[in-house]
């Protein structure tokens, strides 16, 4: 991916782009919204990681200027420490998902590849299929090798999500913003209870390898391939 | 120094508006005792005079009455009368030289005032100011008739005299009723300044005197004392929670140090480094999360009533969260017993809502052990709305549950817990945001945590 890194703390962006360029990407950096922006304009950007915070111009300014110009780059906010309506005013200003400082590196990067990845499509796909599995994304119906599964509201937008991003590292801060709406993590197993019967509902009763692995302390992945 | 004190006290009476005030009215006294005197006084002084004027012409149309020859005759008359009468008499000839009678100079025709020397009467020098009428007659004489003004005069001094001493009087009462009032104004505007600068000495408990009397004083003093309450209850919880975040954050802080300290000293492989640096790394989470909590209930405080609010189906959101929760319930082995009336509507923050009745059923998960019942009731009652979730484990003891609401309150049994002592916080803020009574109860046993919902006011 070619990711545009606009932050100004010298410290996060060091900290951020090395993590970045060690899992193979290709980083810009730039240290205030003017020249962000402006680097934004010149080439052609996969992701855009953007500071809300910005010395020159803010971070939701320069959002609002690449949505006008119709820039088609993903974009990733970061803000401050329990800053929770940036969150609803970042999204509504055009960014496809939002991080509140202090992050781990392998959230970002799972977030990231969620968004890059996300299919342009999506609102107008009608089945979404993973290996054995398949999605009516209108009847809201899933089957596994043509045998209907039954499942509450929760699990199916659960599996929904899961299969948008089918292959990547899903964590469960995302699960938990992106599937309940919570803005805070429970201290209970709340996601870890749902997946936990949402497996055995689409594992339990089939032949074959497990669909939803769990990635050691980073999340969950949904896969059909053999894997480890 | 008593006297010092009288003085100083005395120079500030002085320099008061009110006293200045006072002042004022007493000039403004003066000036109408003033006019009053002088309209008073000439009307008097013109009414004497003309009955005076009145009695000189009869006295004057009687003299004349008498034929031109006997005039002297009966002016002599008159003035050898003993008693002698009132008026004073005298008859010039042509040649403008006295015949008889006591007014020794010719005045001129019609009404005039003579002052006359007469060592003689009353055994001192006076000079007597009479009041005369003299008219010519046709044989070339003037007959003049008068009569002393001392009877005016004396009237005259005496309305003087009356009208100073009253005067006096009236501008003395009036800078005194003045000082009376300035002092009593001062007393209050200075008992409100000295509880003010006791208050800005750093004595955040004193307040300003209410006499009772229920006048404009009164009212700045109690709402003034309104204010400080709500200003002392602030500060007082700014002062609580920075106490307590940096008590709350030095512990994780200096476990954090510890492992470092030891990592670096004891660790031999790269194996313990990393699981020394994993648990570090949860204790700054840890502090991290702290904040987050604090700066999240901040600004729900920090809001304004009815900012962003919409309409909320209340029993729908509270179904779907139940729903999320049933399967954490049945892992835990516990019975979840949930009676939701359906339709109920309020008026608020979806995200805050749901936030806040997450913490209330994290609180009782986190709180009971697994196997524990919990209960949701949502009721419509009356005009609102109840919600009460119960759980049956230990409870809150009634003399804490005030307190559990505060920010980092944890109670002794759920030290050894983690958690920071923010959620029921959190809950708090969120209800008083949406004017929702929070009220902790027994649920004999456990914790009964009901919620009472406003009067859905139509948005």
């Known amino acids: 991916m070619r990711i545009l890194l606009v932050e100004d703390d010298i410290d996060t962006r060091t900290y951020v782009s090395s993590g970045l360029r060690a899992k193979g990407h290709a980083v810009d950096e730039s240290g205030d919204g003017h020249d962000g922006l402006l680097r934004a304009s010149e080439h052609d950007y996969d992701v855009i990681v953007l500071d809300r915070m910005l010395p020159a111009l803010d971070g939701m300014s320069v959002l609002k200027k690449l949505r006008s110009c119709g820039t088609q780059a993903r974009v990733l906010m970061l803000t401050a420490l329990g800053d929770v309506d940036a969150r609803i005013d970042g999204m509504e200003a055009g960014a496809d998902d939002y991080l509140g400082k202090p992050f781990a590196l392998s959230e970002l990067i799972a977030r990231l590849n969620a968004i890059s990845r996300r299919s342009a499509h999506a609102n107008t796909m009608t089945t979404l299929r993973v290996g054995e599995l398949e999605l009516d994304l209108i009847a809201q119906r899933v089957s596994r090798a043509g045998k209907p599964i039954h499942l509450q509201p929760r699990e199916w937008d659960l599996l929904k999500y899961f299969a948008l991003h089918a292959g990547e590292v899903v964590t469960r801060s995302m699960l938990l913003e992106h599937v309940w709406g919570f803005q805070s993590s429970p201290h209970t197993n709340l996601v870890d209870t749902h997946v936990c019967r949402l497996r055995s509902k689409i594992e339990r009763d089939f032949f074959g390898p497990r669909i939803i692995r769990t990635v050691r302390g980073e999340g969950y992945t949904l896969s059909m391939k053999q894997g480890h | ?459």
Request: charged share 20%; proline share 3%.
């Open chain 2, 1 to 459: 120094m008593p006297l010092g004190v009288n003085v100083h006290a005395g120079a500030r009476m002085l320099r008061s508006a009110a006293f200045r005030l006072a002042v004022i009215q007493a000039l403004l006294f003066a000036l109408i005792a003033l006019t009053l005197f002088l309209v008073s006084w000439f009307a008097a002084r013109h009414y004497i005079e003309n009955q005076l004027r009145q009695t000189i012409t009869d006295e004057f149309s009687e003299v004349i009455a008498h034929p031109p020859a006997q005039r002297a005759a009966s002016i002599q008359r008159s003035l050898a009368q003993v008693p002698r009468g009132v008026y004073d008499y005298s008859l010039f000839d042509a040649r403008r030289s006295l015949v008889v009678g006591d007014i020794l100079e010719e005045p001129v025709a019609g009404w005039s005032t003579i002052e006359q020397h007469e060592g003689l009467r009353g055994g001192k020098d006076a000079a007597r100011r009479i009041l005369v009428y003299g008219a010519t007659q046709d044989d070339g004489s003037m007959l003049v008739v008068g009569r002393d003004l001392a009877s005016v005069d004396e009237l005259d001094a005496l309305l003087k005299q009356v009208f100073t001493w009253a005067g006096l009087a009236a501008v003395v009462l009036a800078l005194a009723g003045g000082m009376v009032t300035a002092g009593g104004y001062l007393r209050r505007v200075e008992a409100i300044a000295e509880a003010a600068s006791r208050i800005a000495a750093g004595d955040l408990a004193a307040r300003v005197l209410i006499t009772g009397r229920g006048d404009e004083f009164d009212r700045l003093a109690v709402s003034l004392n309104s204010m400080l309450e709500r200003i002392q209850s602030l500060v007082e919880g700014l002062r609580q929670v920075s106490n307590d975040i940096a008590h709350d954050l030095r512990t994780p802080l200096t476990h954090m140090r510890q492992r470092l300290e030891a990592a670096m000293e004891e660790a031999t492989s790269v194996e313990s480094y990393s699981k020394a640096c994993a648990r570090a790394l949860a204790d700054a989470d840890s502090v991290l999360d702290t904040f987050a909590a604090l700066l999240r209930i901040a600004k729900v405080e920090a809001r304004q009533r009815l900012e962003g609010f919409a309409d909320v189906a209340l029993s729908a959101l509270l179904e779907r969260l139940v729903d999320d929760y049933r399967p954490v319930m049945e892992d835990e082995g516990r019975a979840f017993n949930v009676a939701i009336t359906t339709g109920v509507h309020i008026h608020g923050d979806a995200l805050l809502l749901t936030q806040m009745l997450v913490n209330v059923l994290e609180n009782a998960l986190h709180h009971t052990e697994p196997g524990t019942p919990i209960s949701v009731k949502l009721d419509a009652i009356g005009h609102g709305s109840q919600l009460v979730i119960e759980d049956a484990g230990r409870g809150i003891p009634a003399r804490e549950r005030s307190r559990v609401l505060k920010r980092f309150v944890r109670l002794d049994a759920a030290r050894s817990t983690p958690g920071s002592g923010l959620g029921l916080s959190l809950v708090a803020a969120v209800a008083d945001l949406h004017g929702i009574a929070l009220t902790l109860g027994d649920a004999a046993p456990g914790l009964r945590v009901q919620l009472d919902f406003p009067h859905r006011q139509d948005a």
